[in-house]
């Protein structure tokens, strides 16, 4: 299990890591700013990185008449890929999506 040590906003580590996917970029901005912990960052990092990037592809394929059925499959994809990020991060692993959670964490650095 994580370090139970608590950051700036009072949270566990793993708390607050799994709380930076809940609102996808929203919270991953809030606990990208409060918290110092470099976990934690690393979260709302990917939480930017990787539901920015989803954002993204679903309204532009939406817009398109014709793939909106891959737009519905995005949804869908993307609400299960959430769940697994939240789960991960309350268990105190920093598990990366592929090719975003690379991004992010080099961002994490360079910040």
Do not use: C
């Not at 996808?24 to 960052?41: A, H, M, N, Q, S």
């Not at 309350?90 to 090719?99: D, H």
């Amino acid at each position: 299990m994580a370090d139970e040590k608590k950051g700036l906003t009072g949270l566990p580590k793993n708390t607050a890591g799994a709380l930076s996917y809940v609102l996808g970029p929203i919270t991953g901005v809030v606990f990208y700013i409060l918290e110092k912990d470099p976990f934690v960052k690393f979260h709302a990092m990917q939480s930017i990185v990787v539901f920015g990037v989803i954002f993204i592809v679903q309204w532009s394929l939406a817009i398109t008449i014709i793939l909106v059925g891959i737009s519905g499959l995005l949804g869908v994809l993307s609400f299960v890929l959430w769940l697994v990020l939240i789960f991960k991060a309350w268990k105190g692993e920093e598990w990366e999506v592929p090719y975003l959670g690379r991004y992010a964490r080099m961002l994490v650095k360079k910040v």
